[in-house]
């Protein structure tokens, strides 16, 4: 079985050990090499490999990072590089194929490939809801909860947003805008989800479409009877359906 491969290194001598090594193994095929986590990211997007030799530690989106930023269809299989065994420890935690420490083997280089070789003829059988793949995404995303930064991606650039950079967050059909500022970023998410993230975080749900990060709440105001809208730090006004009370309880608790 062919496997078609990138490389992701900040280092141009680790990249070039990994060339040579792979150079003896008449299967695999190197599509490109990257040297920081945007660029891995959109190569692997456009060119599909079936194996990734990611760097943890890299400008630009560090190699958990990259993973988050890969949708489950273009997830290739994973042998994480790294020169720290913590690293190496957390690489299995997410279901990653494999680690190398750096600087690798040969030897400890070819068993990692035997096992992409074995783990990519699986993952073809398997189809495109390889399990693998949805359990590495879902406990990327559940360790970014919270605190953890949203990763908001666009054909320029890929951004990670902290909580608190956060004034709102409303919902737009398929998809949640979210309020930064002066900036909107938009996002493929549902508003329930997010609630779930952010809550942790201060936010609170005051209505079906407006999450609020508690702290940039200004004042509130009533707008009619029995109804009450709150006033942003930024001068946003936002109608809130939830009662007063739920609000004055979340506030009290922060």
């Given at each position: 079985m062919?496997?078609?491969?990138?490389i992701?290194?900040?280092?141009?001598?680790?990249r070039?050990?990994?060339r040579?090594?792979?150079?003896?193994?008449?299967?695999a095929?190197?599509?490109a090499?990257?040297?920081?986590?945007?660029?891995?990211v959109?190569?692997?997007?456009?060119?599909?490999?079936?194996?990734?030799?990611?760097?943890?530690?890299?400008?630009?989106?560090?190699?958990f990072?990259?993973?988050?930023a890969?949708?489950?269809?273009?997830?290739?299989?994973?042998?994480?590089?790294?020169?720290?065994?913590?690293?190496?420890?957390r690489?299995?935690?997410v279901?990653?194929?494999?680690?190398?420490?750096?600087?690798?083997?040969?030897?400890?280089f070819?068993?990692?490939m035997q096992?992409?070789?074995?783990?990519c003829?699986?993952?073809?059988?398997?189809?495109?809801?390889?399990?693998?793949?949805?359990?590495?995404?879902?406990?990327?995303r559940a360790?970014?909860?919270?605190?953890?930064?949203?990763?908001?991606?666009?054909?320029?650039r890929?951004?990670?947003?902290?909580?608190d950079?956060?004034d709102?967050?409303e919902?737009a059909?398929?998809?949640?805008?979210?309020h930064?500022?002066?900036?909107?970023?938009?996002l493929?998410e549902?508003?329930?989800?997010?609630?779930?993230?952010?809550?942790?975080?201060g936010?609170?749900?005051v209505?079906?479409?407006?999450?609020?990060n508690?702290?940039?709440?200004k004042?509130?105001?009533?707008s009619a009877?029995?109804?009450?809208?709150?006033?942003?730090?930024?001068?946003?006004?936002?109608?809130?359906?939830?009662?007063l009370r739920?609000?004055?309880?979340?506030?009290?608790?922060r």
């Amino acid at each position: 079985m062919s496997l078609r491969v990138v490389i992701a290194d900040d280092e141009p001598l680790a990249r070039e050990r990994l060339r040579c090594f792979l150079a003896d193994e008449p299967e695999a095929e190197i599509l490109a090499e990257c040297a920081d986590g945007a660029q891995t990211v959109h190569t692997v997007e456009k060119m599909r490999p079936d194996l990734l030799f990611l760097d943890v530690q890299m400008p630009r989106l560090n190699g958990f990072e990259v993973l988050e930023a890969l949708s489950a269809e273009c997830m290739p299989e994973i042998i994480f590089s790294t020169a720290h065994d913590e690293h190496a420890i957390r690489a299995f935690e997410v279901n990653a194929l494999d680690y190398l420490l750096k600087p690798c083997t040969e030897e400890r280089f070819r068993k990692a490939m035997q096992r992409a070789r074995e783990q990519c003829q699986k993952r073809a059988g398997a189809g495109a809801g390889d399990p693998s793949v949805a359990s590495l995404l879902a406990h990327l995303r559940a360790e970014n909860s919270g605190q953890g930064r949203i990763l908001v991606k666009s054909p320029e650039r890929i951004l990670f947003l902290k909580p608190d950079e956060i004034d709102h967050v409303e919902s737009a059909g398929n998809y949640v805008v979210l309020h930064a500022g002066k900036e909107r970023y938009i996002l493929r998410e549902t508003m329930a989800a997010m609630e779930a993230r952010l809550t942790p975080a201060g936010f609170m749900r005051v209505s079906r479409s407006i999450i609020l990060n508690l702290s940039r709440v200004k004042e509130v105001q009533p707008s009619a009877p029995g109804h009450f809208s709150a006033l942003l730090r930024n001068g946003t006004r936002v109608e809130m359906t939830c009662s007063l009370r739920e609000l004055q309880e979340r506030m009290a608790a922060r």
